[in-house]
Each structure stands twice: as C-alpha cells, then as structure tokens.
C-alpha cells in the first residue's frame, strides 16, 4: 500500500542552524501539507502546497519556514534559523485533491523529530 | 482557528465495553476524518466522513457526521486491548484551494484486559 515517507527520523541541530526535513509523497497525491506537534500538544497545521505554490499558511509558518518540490517526487520543509521552540514532532501530509469527497483524504507521514538544542 | 474539541480527553474501560467519543465544533467542515496515532508516530487514517447524517462503519467502529456537519462520533462496540490509543478527529476547511486539517486534541482511549 503507498505511504508517505519522511526523512530523518530524528534530528538534533543547535540553535539557529539551518535544517531541511524532507517528504516523499504518495505518487499520484497533488497536494501536500506539513504540520507540527510539540510534545503532548495537538497537531497544528503549517502549510499547504499546490502545483508548485503555497495554497494556504497558518500563522505559525513565518519567514523562517520555506517549503520546496525540488524534483518529481520529494517535498521538503526548511527552517532557516532554528529556535528553541521550533522542537516538535514534523508531519508530512498529502492528498489526491481536495472538496467534498474522498480523495481529499489527507495521508501522513510518520513524522520526523526535531530536537533543537 | 477552527476549534475542534473532543470529549472525554481520557477514557479507560473495560475489554467487551461499549463506548462513544464525541467530536464538536462551532464551524462547518467540508469533511472530517478521524485518525489514530500511537505514540513517536504519525496519525493513521481511520475513516473520512464527506455527507451530513453520513454513517460509516468499519468493523466496529461506527463513525457518524452530524447534519450540520459541525460534529462527529466514533462509537466502538465490544472494546478490545488492541483498540487503546490516542484517536484523533480533524475537520477539513477548504482554504487557498487546499483542506487544511484542523486537529481536536484527541482522546485516550485505555482498554484494560
């Protein structure tokens, strides 16, 4: 059955360095999504990507976050200067569409650790 | 924000017990999933409820979308060890041409053998 990937499981980074998590969709998914959940909080949307572009954002994603397709199959989440708080369990999501049907079902990765130090 | 709440936060029953968990909100989704996650990973899909008044059963599990389409259960009938966990609803809302899930806070479920 397809899945979504992540890699790395888990990363430590100090403060203010620069990470790339990184996403293998499904194959035949058009849209993708990363969220965030800090430890014992609830899972809280970051982004959602089409056709190349960012579709929606929420608060959190600030000018520190920047996401990317670089090729026909990764999807990936870039902080540029970690902090502290940037210490979370990282979601990677996609779906085959969207509306007001079954394929707007969204798909999780297993999520990739982030401990900034 | 689109708040989702759960309720209970926390349950724990006994195996062969019946029990309902509750997903409510002020808002109207497009669709509303329901998920389950085990600790260190991601949430696992469980069902996507799309129609007001839809029901969905899968094994036992039944999942039903209120009319409105603000609100959601998920009933388990004859609970069994293997059902505990952290279950998880989340309500789409189309935004900027993409659903952006909105998560509730999830509920404990501990089935106690």
């Known amino acids: 059955e397809p899945e979504v990937t992540q890699t790395p499981s888990h990363q430590v980074t100090q403060m203010g360095q620069e990470v790339i998590l990184r996403c293998v969709p499904i194959?035949?998914?058009?849209?993708f999504y990363w969220y965030r959940q800090i430890l014992g909080q609830k899972v809280e949307f970051l982004v959602s990507f089409y056709n190349n572009e960012i579709s929606e954002k929420s608060e959190i994603f600030d000018d520190q976050f920047s996401v990317e397709r670089p090729d026909g199959s990764n999807f990936t989440l870039k902080i540029r200067s970690t902090k502290l708080e940037d210490s979370a369990m990282y979601f990677c999501a996609s779906s085959e569409g969207y509306g007001l049907a079954d394929t707007d079902t969204q798909y999780f990765g297993p999520g990739t650790r982030l401990t900034v130090l | 924000t689109q708040l989702l709440e759960q309720s209970p936060q926390f349950l724990s029953i006994q195996e062969g017990e019946n029990l309902t968990v509750y997903c409510n909100s002020s808002s109207v989704f497009s669709s509303l999933q329901w998920y389950r996650q085990e600790p260190g990973e991601g949430p696992v899909l469980l069902v996507t409820v799309v129609t007001g008044g839809e029901v969905k059963k899968l094994k036992r599990l039944t999942f039903q979308f209120g009319d409105a389409r603000k609100d959601s259960s998920l009933h388990i009938t004859a609970a069994q060890p293997g059902d505990t966990g952290l279950y998880l609803c989340a309500g789409a809302f189309i935004r900027g041409g993409a659903n952006n899930l909105f998560f509730g806070t999830g509920t404990r479920l501990t089935v106690i053998p």
């Open positions: 194959s035949n998914h058009l849209y």
